[in-house]
């Protein structure tokens, strides 16, 4: 029909050229890899990025091949995701806490021209540079000054040097929204890591959707920190949704330890955080001894693992500080879901709220979820049914990287979690789609079972997995490494779980280890476990 | 590049079915036109906008078909802007209060197969009925036992036995999200109306924009009133913000006086509304005799034309009650700019606050802004230097309906305003295109002429316009209208002048007259003034 609207496209370029223009003071605080204070504003940022999309042109770089970063959270790496994805290249974000071979890998896998790494990183790359010989520069993102003289890595080149002599015009090309402007590997637990390729469009999409008031909330009132890693899904897309937004930023660096953190928080007036829960962990940890307070913190959005209602409960009645639970998946952009309340909870009382609060949240607009059982009929929104959670949207994955895998079902990306889902649309996850236990038609979240063993006082650490059963297709155990000098016997940790879960959830057998194999971020191995015990039999089976 | 994300359209039919999902409860209040108030939820919404898509499968209507509505704001408008548009057909909201000669021409022009009105418009559906051939089916929105007997209007129906024997279950079609959604006329003051067609995409980017912290700050803990009509320009895009976000509804009918709007806002915990001053004059003149308070409200987005400071500083100071100028164009969707203040500004006196407050804000991402003189060479951001107001972005139209005209120039869209931008992006429209008076090279406001005038104690009302000067090209006249019984010389009023302008900018002559002519809605006809003073000779010319 005719008469329609503008067909501009939704690209990352109009993101920083629409900060650059409407917040062109707008401040960007850095602590720097040396430790020290970095000052510069939305204008300064958007100056540096058009050097470096002006560097990747002289560079010859072709529209869609990949540059790497592997860098914690600074003002550079921030020019990386618009210099980078503006100009028509891919960023690809590495995870430094891989193992180096698995970095050659990837850094192989995705086929990286440049790779700009801070100088934490040096060994690593020194280790690993040999390896991909594709790399056609290696950059130090570090002031031309402080340049190792003998890196032994060829051809290395400040990141200063490398864009210094670059004008700061660009004209950014005008892509298609579809084009692909960043990616991130998942370190799966099984086979070769995969990577999420992001598009501009999806970004975009997801930076609007980041910033409503049900979400993350960002306003051009703000001062946000963001503590979870730049390498890790965009962090959360906060990079872009600040660009769009206009808040303050500040960048903490590889500082995480809770005094320096919070110093950042008090020094910058920081209204909004966003991180792991360990990381607050430390933050309360350095707090509480000197009866330190927050002057302006307000909010905090708590995302990787849940968070112990412990802490919701420290930062909100102690600090005065709201704590929401997002959850979502590299495969996602990553945000699916927050947890804010609707106004008919306003007037619940605390325990109450509490308890919403726990749950993972309500999907934001753009990710439709849906459960279903193992015959792929969807589940009931009942909060009491569940089953293997689906999503999709334009922020969610079609495929993996050049195609690999084929992940979804009917349209739609299965996540891995099992959950439950409320009347009210919060979705709570109960177990990992591998750990469930299913036992006779219904499944039996291993989740649960361990965490009412460790409730005990002789338990150390619990995990519980499912064993063959000729009846029964599958039924738990539970296995159990005690504490130090505690001691509890089979029967009496039986009898613990009467009367805390349903009497055929209640495992068929404890098993007592020396220790649970734990993976390296501390996540129980249950691979590692279920080859432990291979050999095992159900005492009824 | 292989493995992207999925390839999901942004959709009008995605709006509603997430609130239906996740804020199936979600309470949707409406004061009807027979003054009851009426109550359901987003599922029953859902529900019966697929009844309503059903009722127009069985209609045959083709995808793209108009079906219009000329209605004041209730669920069952809702149902349509959800029905119409999602099932692929155009919502074509009509505004009642244009001339019935207009509507009739408007509802032909757009060649509408349906058209649903309130009873409150029966008179006037009456009057243009038999000029609209090509109606297939007029219905009332209203009760079955409501329906007028013998209303003249051939076939007329009741939209409950419309839509009632219809399905509630639908498959709303996957459309290309550039398809067409809706539709709304501008009432331009030359030539004929012409319509700014809006399409799914354009729509739900403006619903993500608008619900953002630093735009209409909505989520699922607000009770919206939108006092601004459905039939204007989307009510602002409240509806489908609304069922982005979840927040609780609350419709005004056409009960827009004092004490109904306040009675509304106090049952039903508003805690946000928006309209134009008018009606927040009404409401505040209601409140103030009795000393009533706002319990929930806590702001107000005001737009459609500037709101007095002394409106802002009575909501502010008096209720507590945040006062946020909007602006925009029924050629925008309509958001461009929202006036909210930054971080820098939080700790700035009040009445510097206030001077910010009273521009027509920052841009919201989605929406570029340049300003540029006659030659079209771009103005600096120094909120001094002025030009013509043009904008850009995927919510602003291309061409108008049926391509008629062809109003971008070199890919931005005219506002016909003149602005200051200032360096912090906060724009301030300083006098219409066509009323600014260009004297050699320079701008002058013709409205800054007026308030000076108006401010002298002898004066009604005042009009500047530019007349034709030899040297000149053109030198500001200005037309007043003196107050009964008041008493002002030409030479006393230009003496008046000095010191409150610069030199240049004072007006060469005035030109007393019995009136300034004044269109319908209180604006002054400028065009009707320069016809009266088109023989008018300056004294100096």
Known sequence: MLGLMQSQPLLISS???????NHGDGEIVSRRVEGDIHRYTYKDLAGRARQLANTLDGMGLA????VASLAWNGYRHMEMYFGVSGSGRVLHTINPRLHPEQIAWIVNHAEDKALCFDLSFLPLIQAVHAKCPQVRQWVALCDADKLPADSGIPGLISYEDWIGGQSDQYNWPLLDENTACSMCYTSGTTGNPKAALYSHRSSTLHAYAAALPDVMNLSARDSVLPVVPMFHVNAWGIPYSAALTGCKLVFPGPALDGKSVYELIEAEGVTFAAGVPTVWQMLLSHMKPGGLRFSKLNRTVIGGSACPPA??????????????HAWGMTEMSPLGTLCTLKNKHLSLPKDEQMKILQKQGRAIYGVEMKIVNDEG????????????????GPWIIDSYYKGEGNPLVDGWFPTGDVATID????????????????????????????????A????????????????????????????????VSREELLKFFEGKTAKWQIPDDVVFVDAIPLGATGKMLKTKLREQLKDYKLPTA
Chains 1, 2 share one sequence.
Request: net charge negative.
């Open 15 to 21: 993101l920083i050229e629409f900060a650059a223009r």
């Open 311 to 324: 802490m919701i409960s420290a930062f909100q009645d102690d600090y005065g500080v709201s704590v929401l």
């Open 63 to 66: 529209q869609g091949e990949r």
């Open 377 to 392: 009929k969807e589940q009931p929104w009942d909060g009491k049914a569940y089953g293997d959670l689906l999503v999709r």
């Open 456 to 487: 005990h006082p002789a338990v150390a650490m619990a995990a519980c997995i499912g064993v063959p059963h000729p009846k029964w297709d599958e039924r738990p155990i539970v296995a159990v490494a005690k504490k130090p000098g505690a001691e």
């Open 423 to 454: 009347a009210d649309g919060f979705m709570q996850i109960t177990d990992r789609s591998k750990d469930v236990v299913k036992s006779g038609g219904e499944w039996i979240s291993s989740i649960d079972i361990e965490n009412i063993a460790m």
